[in-house]
């Protein structure tokens, strides 16, 4: 039920993407020729047989970019990745639209409708698929197509995605077993009335044997096989078989952030640190006044970080701790509340009254948008950490540090209010071996909701 439930609500996308598209091309006619015909003068107005035709063509048109760009695979996709996914498959075909207009040398009926037409397809096919999602999430919460998943292992990660799917209907998935160990889970899956879709193992300390008797399993009964990949397996994510000598040879690249990617990521960033701090200027003038008002000491602080490949820089925030707060660290270290290198203290005493809501709106970190600037950071990438912390590092950790830092990352939006530095480190490590710029902007508009509804820091 619940693969033909997906199969459904996708095939519904592709007629109402179809309507919506025509829709918007009918609204910005009646926009141009009827309500703006009075201020903005018609010199030709293209008659309105003639333009339905051309809508109706240019929407069949769409609908084949859209499914280059992935809009109509039979997967769960959250509403913020299809969201950037319509935005550019709207734009790539009104850019396709005015190339062809400039090929045909001929006089269009108004620029106007181009440009409107990009922004009111774009919404009207979000409207459309905000519609459907809301369809889809009405049917998960009564538990109608969800796709059944069992849990294997008994380790702390094991509970978290089971807690998580658990209390998140909207990734179409439910918990139909939970078992301890592998052989409970064939036994149990065997005599199981209702047949699972996935298996989850989140045991990392399995054996490859047991491991590969697991996805025997599955390919005999038809069950997807999904795995949490330990630090290890993360590292070697981004493998490529190359030749040399007519012989193949078995790359294991360090990132996926090369070449044109570096240069992409890069424009991002200086984009993006451009409006920041242009935007956020009220905060460099309100937020200095009050830090003053609150406590003695700087308003800036130049924390200093390790960015890529192990070079020193000075992060800048908004002060959010007393003076010589970096020397009052060594006597509560015994009070860490955290496994690994990292330092963290749930009530620390050297954190401001202004301070703790300064972190919890991260409003202390809007400087580092000049670290972006300078090219020190980024916008997404691993966490900057501490020298002292850096110099903990494990062998498998290094990899840390293949790439600039970010203001923001994978682990900031994992939907967990405390990680331990060892799960941060694996989803950092997939992020640089798995890095795309779609990625990029969808960790960013992820984190916009992350921030406003609060967040735990250390």
């Known amino acids: 039920m619940s693969k033909k439930f997906k199969l459904l609500f996708s095939t519904l996308n592709i007629p109402l993407d179809f309507i919506m598209l025509v829709l918007a091309g009918l609204f910005v006619y009646y926009l141009r020729f009827n309500i703006l015909s009075s ?36 997967k769960n996709q959250r509403f913020s990745r299809e969201f950037l996914k319509i935005f550019w498959g709207c734009t790539i075909g009104t850019m396709l639209i005015i190339f062809l207009i400039f090929l045909a040398r001929r006089p269009f009926s108004s620029r106007f409708i181009i440009l409107a037409g990009w922004g009111t397809s774009f919404l009207f096919v979000s409207l459309g698929r905000s519609f459907i999602h809301a369809i889809e999430l009405f049917c998960y919460k009564r538990d109608k197509g969800l796709e059944p998943i069992a849990v294997v292992g008994q380790s702390r990660s094991a509970q978290e995605i089971s807690f998580y799917i658990k209390n998140h209907k909207g990734l179409g998935y439910k918990i139909l077993n939970i078992f301890p160990n592998i052989d409970e889970a064939i036994k149990g899956l065997k005599s199981a009335p209702e047949k699972v879709d996935h298996i989850i193992l989140a045991d990392t300390d399995l054996s490859k044997k047991d491991m590969t008797r697991l996805l025997e399993f599955c390919n005999e009964h038809q069950i997807i096989f999904r795995y949490l990949t330990d630090t290890f397996d993360a590292m070697y994510e981004n493998v490529r078989v190359d030749t040399l000598a007519g012989l193949p040879i078995v790359v294991i690249g360090k990132t996926a952030l090369s070449g044109w990617g570096k240069v992409a990521k890069r424009t ?3 984009i993006g640190s451009v409006l920041g701090l242009i935007l956020l200027l009220p905060f460099f003038i309100t937020l200095p006044i009050i830090i003053k008002i609150d406590s003695k000491g700087p308003v800036f602080v130049k924390l200093k970080r390790v960015g890529k490949r192990g070079e020193r820089f000075y992060l800048y925030k ?27 203290m749930k009530n620390d005493p050297r954190i401001t009254k202004i301070g703790k809501f300064l972190r919890k709106s991260s409003l202390d970190e809007i400087p580092q948008l000049i670290n972006v600037l300078k090219g020190d950071m980024s916008l997404v990438g691993p966490r900057p950490h501490e020298p002292e912390e850096v110099a903990k590092y494990q062998k498998q950790h290094k990899q840390l540090l293949t790439i600039a830092p970010g203001i923001t990352g994978l682990a900031q939006i994992s939907g967990r209010s405390s990680i331990s530095f060892e799960e941060e480190a694996k989803l950092d490590i997939y992020y640089i071996e798995n890095w795309t710029l779609w990625q990029d902007i969808s960790i960013i508009i992820k984190t916009i909701p992350v921030v406003l509804l609060g967040k735990d820091v250390a």
């Open 39 to 74: 201020t903005i003068d018609v010199i030709y107005k293209i008659p309105f047989l003639r333009y339905f035709f051309y809508i109706l063509i240019i929407s069949l048109a769409w609908l084949f970019i859209f499914a280059v760009s992935g809009l109509y695979k039979l």
């Open 268 to 270: 991002v960033d200086l």
């Open 318 to 344: 908004f002060r959010s701790m007393v003076k010589n707060a970096h020397k009052m660290k060594e006597d509560l270290k015994k009070q860490n509340e955290r496994q690994g290198p990292l330092f963290k």
